[in-house]
């Protein structure tokens, strides 16, 4: 596994995310061997869709990539925590493992808030790894909220 290579990945997603007015998160799901099936960032403005997360994207995207509607061997990178709902999704769609970035003490669903993955309603369980590239992810994101406050 290449965290950083596929965290870079991620980064690159949700640049595009901001430069496109749109918060600042990416995600990209990766098969077992290392292949990227499909990449996302927010565009909840683009779609006028409240569900249009960088996971869900990266998700949908490797799904019609497969042909499937599961990614079971499939790892998630994405530069923050992911909210409940989109925890769910990935639970929902046998993801392996789970990268993210920062961690979201107040939208965060996975360690933070619900912890989604220790619900009982919750029949998968991804192996999760967080912190990675969090500064740069933090800083993103706080670059962003700061320029929308001025
Ligand atoms: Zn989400």
Redesign the pocket.
């Known amino acids: 596994m290449d965290a950083n290579k596929f965290m870079a990945l991620a980064f690159e997603q949700a640049n595009a995310a901001e430069k496109a007015g749109e918060v600042p ?1 990416g995600a990209v799901v990766v098969d077992a061997r290392g292949r990227v099936l499909g990449l996302g960032h927010n565009r909840n403005r683009e779609r006028l869709d409240p ?1 249009a ?4 994207e990266a998700i949908r995207a490797a799904c019609q990539n497969l042909g499937q509607a599961r990614l079971d061997g499939c790892d998630l990178y994405v530069t923050l925590e ?6 769910q ?1 990935i639970a929902f769609a046998q993801i392996r493992r789970l990268v993210f970035g920062a961690y979201d003490p107040k ?1 965060g ?1 996975v360690e933070h808030g619900p912890r989604i993955f220790n619900q009982s309603s919750c029949h998968h369980q991804p192996e999760v790894i967080g912190g990675i590239g969090e500064t740069e992810a933090g800083s993103l994101l706080r670059a962003f909220f700061q320029a929308r406050r001025d």
């Open positions: 998160i569900t997360h960088a996971e869900i992911p909210c409940p709902m989109c925890a999704a939208g669903g």
